[in-house]
C-alpha cells in the first residue's frame, strides 16, 4: 500500500501567506494534518491567518529580498518547527507590471526579479539542505501559465515565470531518486489582491478581472497544491498547469 504523505505532523512553510493563494493553502495544507509556518513581511497581516490553527500554526516575519534575513531564518524559528517536509514558494508581485516596458524603470522591472526569482532562489536555498540531510522534503513553486506563454505589457512578469520555470524543472532534476521531490503549480488567471497591488486603484482592479470573465479563485490553486504533496513519494507532479475554463 503505498505510504501517505504528508506524514502525520509535517511542517509547511508558506511564503506570501497574509493573503491570496498563500492564506488558502495554508488553509489547505492544515486541512491535509500539516503544522504550518504563515511566513511573511507583516507578523500584523499573518496574525488572522495563523490564528485559527491553533498550535498548528506559526506567525514567522521574513523578507525575501533580504539575504541576511533569510540566511538565519532556520535558526529564528522554533526547534519544533525547522525540520520543514513542505516548503510553498508563493510569494510574489508585478507592482507597475501591465505595461509596455519602456514605460516601466529599471527599478520597478528589477524589483519583480528581485522576489519572483532571487527572493524564491534565496529561500529554497536556506530550506534545501536540511531536506538533503533528512531525505525528505517537497519544494512547490508557484508559476504561472505566464512562463511559458508570455503576453504584451507582461514582459518582466513573463520573464520572472519563464525564470521560475527553468529553476523548478533543473531543480527537479538535481534531486531525482532522492526523497526530495519539486513541483511547479502554474495557474492561469486567479482572482485576488494581485492587480490591486500592481495598480493601488480598487476600481481598475475590480473591472480588470470582470473584464477578463471566469476567474480561478485561491482555493482552486491551494487544492492543487494540496493534491501535489499528498501523492505518494515515489510519485512527483513535476508541473501542474490549472485555468479558468474562460481561458486558453
Same mark, same amino acid.
Given at each position: ?7 502525520? +505532523? ?5 511564503? +506570501? ?39 498548528? +500554526? ?42 509596455? $516596458?519602456?514605460? +516601466? ?56 515565470? $519563464? ?55 485561491p482555493e482552486d490553486v491551494a487544492a492543487t497544491i494540496a493534491f501535489a ?20
Amino acid at each position: 500500500m503505498p505510504k501517505k504523505m504528508p506524514r502525520p +505532523g509535517a511542517v509547511a512553510l508558506v511564503t +506570501g501567506a497574509s493573503s491570496g493563494i498563500g492564506a488558502k493553502t495554508v488553509k489547505a495544507l492544515a486541512e491535509i494534518g500539516c503544522r504550518v509556518i504563515c511566513a511573511g513581511r507583516s507578523a500584523k497581516r499573518l496574525s488572522p491567518i495563523a490564528k485559527p490553527l491553533g498550535n498548528k +500554526g506559526l506567525v514567522f516575519e521574513v523578507d525575501i529580498n533580504d539575504e541576511a534575513n533569510v540566511a538565519g531564518m532556520i535558526e529564528r524559528l522554533p526547534k519544533p518547527w525547522r525540520d520543514i517536509d513542505i516548503l510553498v514558494n508563493n510569494a510574489g508581485h508585478d507592482t507597475g507590471g501591465r505595461r509596455r $516596458f519602456d514605460e +516601466g524603470t529599471a527599478e520597478q522591472w528589477a524589483s519583480i526579479i528581485e522576489t519572483n526569482v532571487i527572493g524564491l532562489i534565496r529561500i529554497t536555498r536556506a530550506v534545501i539542505p536540511g531536506m538533503i540531510a533528512r531525505d525528505r522534503g517537497h519544494v512547490v513553486n508557484i508559476g504561472s501559465i505566464s512562463g511559458y506563454k508570455p503576453y504584451a505589457t507582461g514582459t518582466i512578469y513573463a520573464a520572472s515565470k $519563464f525564470a521560475v520555470h527553468g529553476f523548478s524543472e533543473s531543480l527537479r532534476l538535481d534531486y531525482r531518486n532522492t526523497g526530495v521531490r519539486v513541483t511547479e503549480i502554474l495557474p492561469g488567471m486567479v482572482r485576488t489582491g494581485f492587480a490591486m497591488s500592481r495598480w493601488g486603484d480598487g476600481k481598475r482592479a475590480k473591472k480588470f478581472y470582470e473584464d477578463f470573465g471566469t476567474c480561478l479563485n485561491p482555493e482552486d490553486v491551494a487544492a492543487t497544491i494540496a493534491f501535489a504533496v499528498q501523492q505518494p513519494p515515489h510519485v512527483v507532479i513535476s508541473q501542474l498547469v490549472v485555468v479558468p475554463n474562460s481561458q486558453t
